[in-house]
């Protein structure tokens, strides 16, 4: 994975978690609202006998209320589908990247593998250039001592 596939991932993550944080703050924000109109109208109801006891009074405060509960359950119910869809696709990225990342050690790994035979033969031939070094010196201080036994320069 080449850094600027890095940086697009960085990115993507950090807008989503950001777009996740907005959606979490916003569902927050709509239950506490919908709890507060709810006990707002829980304290500040007309007594019975404004309306008098009748019984579809009562039903339609009910009712409402079921209403409003209904409807906080789909929002809550589709904010979950939403971070699911989120959470399956971001693991699904990051599923993506550990087979890239797969890949990328198998490459690498046949890479070594290719490459050791070379080095086999660069130490091969290092070991043959140091034997062939020493013989050369030996060679050379043997004529050393043969031109002092017998007089020659060697300039």
Not at 109 to 116: D, G, L, T, Y
């Amino acid at each position: 994975m080449d850094r600027t596939e890095a940086s697009k991932r960085r990115a993507t993550h950090i807008k989503l978690s950001k777009d996740f944080r907005t959606v979490e703050t916003a569902c927050k924000n709509i239950i506490l609202d919908t709890r507060r109109k709810l006990a707002h109208t829980a304290t500040h109801q007309l007594p019975k006998s404004v309306f008098g006891n009748a019984p579809g009074n009562h039903e339609t405060t009910t009712q409402e209320e079921e209403r409003v509960q209904m409807q906080m359950q789909l929002q809550q119910e589709r904010l979950n589908e939403e971070i699911m869809r989120e959470r399956e696709s971001e693991i699904r990225n990051i599923n993506r990247g550990m087979h890239q990342v797969n890949e990328i050690y198998k490459d690498l790994a046949h890479i070594v593998s290719s490459q050791q035979e070379q080095v086999d033969q660069i130490e091969t031939q290092m070991e043959s250039s140091k034997v062939n070094a020493e013989q050369g010196l030996t060679h050379i201080q043997k004529a050393n001592a043969r031109a002092e036994n017998s007089q020659c320069t060697i300039s």
